[in-house]
């Protein structure tokens, strides 16, 4: 089903609405760039945030935490050479980063916080600022 446009010859660019629809499934390759799932649970003292980001050393992983927001970033690198004797077969080069943040409902407690990276999963243990409860304003 093809999708309907107004043509306006007042457009600034008149003819970007033609090569829209040409590019996209080009731009959807490009953007799909590396993923981050996240799982986020709470209980009553802390959040336990888990991140998979398979392929990802250790060492280029970074967390902040700023109040109640989380951001993770990692930097993926790989190389491949595939070779038959003396000749490369194929050569396969791949760079990129990934981030996430996310807002929490309570501040965290970067003192007592913890991260563990097991088998491409990331375990952030984030627990509640003593103090942050919420409480609910009776209106007079």
């Known amino acids: 089903m093809s999708r309907l446009t107004r043509y306006s010859p007042f457009s600034t660019e ?4 033609a090569f829209e629809g040409f590019l996209r ?8 760039g ?10 009553d003292n802390e959040y336990v945030l888990q991140a998979e ?15 109640n927001e989380v ?8 190389q491949k050479e595939v070779k038959d004797g003396e000749r490369v077969v194929r050569s396969e080069r791949y760079w990129g980063q990934m981030q996430r943040a996310v807002a929490l409902a309570s501040n965290v407690d ?5 991260a563990v990276y097991d088998k491409g999963v990331l375990k952030l ?7 942050d409860a919420s409480r609910r304003l009776t209106i007079s």
Do not use: F, H, Y
């Open 53 to 67: 980001i398979p392929g990802v050393e250790k060492e280029d992983i970074q967390v902040d935490i700023n109040g």
């Open 71 to 78: 951001r993770i970033s990692a930097k993926k690198s790989s």
């Open 34 to 43: 590396p993923r981050m799932d996240l799982d986020i649970t709470e209980s």
């Open 14 to 17: 008149p003819l970007a609405d």
């Open 110 to 114: 970067e003192s007592k916080a913890t």
């Open 125 to 131: 243990t984030l627990p509640k600022k003593a103090g």
């Open 25 to 32: 499934p080009i731009r959807g390759m490009v953007e799909d």
